[in-house]
């Protein structure tokens, strides 16, 4: 049996809709990526599409599954800082943090600090763009939390932050990736082939029907048909070497920034 972490958000759903959590291997945990990220340092759980920013403060522990990411070049549309001022000016102001991510809340500060060179205070806040703007200048919202909060259209300056990652690095960036600690493999290598492969067959099956998975989110949150074909014509849900070269430029700046303490390196198991 392998505990894996279920992420409940839609731009996760290309990798879970079809995934039989019924399977004799499967155990699923459902939580937010920061849930997941310390459940897997933890050992409460053994495998997890983990936050970038996570594998980064344990990659000397962990291997990552190949061919398996939330990555976008350019536009994400679910990670999102709304801003009352626009991003050059929010030095010395505030901005909250939602409590939910990893990647996206370093990346924030990546952007802010390094590339507008601004140093604003932090909050690390639930995800409620209301009451975070009571309190803050500019609030960052992920996944779910943020797509509905972008469709209630606020008054206020909205920066994708893909885009923004895009337009500074040129680079893909990747948000998450499945990764498990390398000390399962003396005992659980087998049992975790086969979930990589089952892994594998749901995204395929996904990507191959769409329609479905659109469906699921129309239910789960609405919006039009269109929204959610423009939504995901922006995921790559693999993790090619040029990928892997904008998830290397995100890590390499979060440790040059010393957001991280030592340099990762990307390990993946099976090695293909
Ligand atoms: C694309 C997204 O990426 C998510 C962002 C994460 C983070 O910021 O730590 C973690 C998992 C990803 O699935 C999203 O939330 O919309």
């Known amino acids: ?112 600090h390094h590339y507008y060179g601004v140093m604003p205070h932090y909050l690390t806040m639930s995800a409620n763009l209301q009451e975070m703007f009571l309190v803050a200048d500019a609030a960052l919202l992920i996944g779910d939390a943020a797509i509905q909060a972008a469709l209630l259209q606020p008054d206020c300056y909205i920066y994708d932050l893909g885009e923004e990652w895009l337009k500074f690095t040129g680079c893909s960036m990747t948000y998450a990736v499945w990764a498990f600690p390398k000390l399962l493999l003396s005992e659980r290598e087998q049992e975790i082939r086969i979930i990589h492969k089952l892994l594998i067959e749901a995204k395929v099956k996904a990507l191959c029907n769409m329609e479905d998975v659109i469906l699921t989110c129309q239910t789960m949150l609405g919006g039009t048909h269109g929204f959610w074909v423009g939504y995901f014509a922006q995921f790559n849900y693999g993790l090619d070497s040029s990928l892997e070269c904008g998830l290397n430029k995100y890590l390499g700046l979060c440790f040059e920034l010393s957001l991280l303490p030592s340099l990762p390196v990307l390990e993946f198991w099976p090695k293909e």
């Open 1 to 112: 049996m392998i505990r894996i972490g279920h992420n409940p958000n839609t731009n996760m759903l290309p990798m879970f809709h079809f995934l039989d959590m019924n399977h004799p291997l499967i155990e699923s945990v459902v939580a937010e990526p920061t849930g997941h990220n310390a459940m897997l340092a933890a050992g409460e759980i053994d495998m997890a599409p983990i936050s970038a920013f996570s594998y980064g403060e344990h990659w000397k522990d962990y291997a990552i599954l190949p061919n398996l990411s939330v990555s976008t070049k350019g536009r994400v549309g679910s990670i999102i800082l709304f801003s009352k001022v626009p991003l050059k000016d929010l030095d010395g102001l505030t901005v909250a943090l939602t409590d939910a991510s990893a990647t996206s809340v370093n990346l924030t500060k990546i952007i802010l």
